[in-house]
């Protein structure tokens, strides 16, 4: 199959060719770590994640590094911590930990590395050093910018007018600046908050900006040009753009990456997500109504470069469609042997730029397929196969039943024990009974399927 990606930077859907197919690169930006994620910081990191999947399959499991960073160091995280009176180290990793065990439960893999901009320091100190001697930054008032005219095709990324930059920076006014869209590469540090020895002679301890971070990790572990940067659309002016004039600069390459993807805005319930309007929605405050893999495929439900509205009602129709997929797979384990002709189609589709609605679409078909009363147990295995390659049906039809009783405090056994009495009443025609099971079980959100020999299985409401 060929994989073809859509390009922010030519603005095109093109092959995708990679630098060295035995070392496929990708870097996406990560959280910065002050506070927990909202549901806008979950989609990046399960487009990103169905990506990583696929290049995996693509290429080997060996062949692919895909780096996200870790942003420990911003002065959001400095005010956080004052507020809280806590150790700046003890807020990030505490944060750090919520979000990686948002992320699991989100049904994500780790990536290859997850750097920490705090232990790159160094790298971060040469890149500036190069694009002071190079002309492409300068020191004033203990500060290093990067000196935007230096870089005559500064811009290419986001193809935006300057007016529209400068306002779109919310650029800071400093009479140390040479050009109003010069940008911060490091910075003094004021006493109470972290500092290193500075770079260029600077006598006073600092700090590095937002943007030099990522040259500085994505260098370290991906080398000077690589294959894939992505992260969401709000990203492609100022970092993303800022990324690109100081790593091409100091190594003086016409590239960073090849490809840059960007996801969509989110929207919740048909707004903007914002704390002023009361509709600020944590990962994690999702997760306790819903499993992460409900959560997972109501992302996908969208195509990543398209605007998705966040509803409840998208979250609900994910769980019954899970709900199905679990029906009718049971407890079989995925098809680990041979080709599986499920997971290709399902390759097929996302390697049209990640089409997951194509891919959804085509695994509502490859249910209907595996729920047919001739399918064998060898179908059951394909499709779950096939819904593993992004991210979906990672358990047993048990694990899921039981999860669901958990979550809603019902207890399997129970359910199991009123199931069983109920069949035996239908069994000797008592319906009076059956039907009171049946009631005492909705009662507590629990709904039976039945078929021709009795309930088949069941599902919690929520």
Not at 144 to 166: H, K, Q, T
């Amino acid at each position: 199959m060929e994989l073809r990606l859509y390009n922010t930077l030519t603005r095109s859907k093109d092959p995708f060719r990679p630098i060295d197919p035995a070392n496929v690169r990708m870097y996406v930006c990560g959280p910065t770590v002050y506070d927990h994620a909202h549901i806008g910081n979950a989609r990046p990191v399960i487009v990103f994640d169905v990506l990583f999947r696929l290049l995996r399959r693509l290429y080997g499991e060996r062949q692919v590094t895909y780096v996200r960073n870790i942003t420990d160091v911003d002065d959001k995280i400095n005010a956080r911590a004052a507020e809280r009176a806590i150790s700046i180290r003890d807020l990030t990793e505490e944060t750090y930990d919520w979000f990686r065990k948002d992320t699991t439960e989100l049904g994500c893999l780790r990536p290859t590395v997850e750097p920490r901009a705090t232990e790159h320091i160094a790298e971060m100190k040469i890149l500036i050093e190069r694009l002071v001697a190079s002309g492409h930054a300068y020191v004033a008032e203990d500060h290093v910018l990067f000196n935007v005219p230096a870089m005559p095709d500064y811009g290419r990324l986001s193809r935006r007018p300057l007016d529209e930059m400068i306002a779109g920076a919310r650029v800071d006014v400093a009479p140390y600046k040479r050009d109003a869209m010069d940008f911060v590469l490091w910075k003094p540090s004021a006493e109470g908050v972290p500092g290193w020895e500075s770079p260029c002679g600077i006598a006073v301890p600092g700090r590095p900006g937002w943007h030099i971070e990522c040259s500085a990790m994505s260098w370290k572990h991906l080398g000077e040009t690589f294959d894939i940067h992505g992260g969401g659309i709000d990203l492609v002016f100022p970092h993303h753009e800022n990324e690109i004039a100081q790593t091409r600069c100091a190594f003086d390459s016409g590239v960073m990456a090849r490809v840059w993807m960007h996801n969509g805005f989110l929207m919740l319930e048909g707004e903007k997500m914002s704390k002023s309007l009361g509709n600020f929605v944590t990962i994690r405050e999702l997760l306790n109504d819903w499993p992460g893999e409900v959560l997972r495929l109501a992302m996908l439900s969208t195509h990543y470069r398209q605007p998705i509205n966040w509803t409840r009602q998208g979250i609900g129709f994910a769980a019954k469609t899970l709900d199905k997929w679990y029906r009718i797979i049971g407890d079989e384990p995925a098809e680990s042997e041979g080709e599986n002709p499920f997971e290709a189609e399902i390759a097929e589709r996302l390697g049209d730029d990640l089409n997951s609605p194509s891919a959804i679409t085509h695994l509502h078909h490859l249910a209907e397929v595996a729920e047919d009363v001739d399918s064998s147990s060898a179908l059951k295995r394909r499709f779950k196969a096939a819904a593993n390659l992004m991210g979906l049906l990672q358990e047993t039809e048990s694990e899921w039943r039981a999860r669901q009783a958990q979550d809603a405090a019902v207890d399997p056994a129970m359910v199991e024990e009123l199931i069983a009495a109920r069949n035996a009443a239908r069994k000797a025609r008592d319906f009076a009974a059956a039907d009171h099971i049946r009631e005492q079980l909705a009662a507590k959100g629990v709904v039976l399927m039945d078929g021709k020999d009795g309930t088949t299985s069941w599902e919690v409401t929520r």
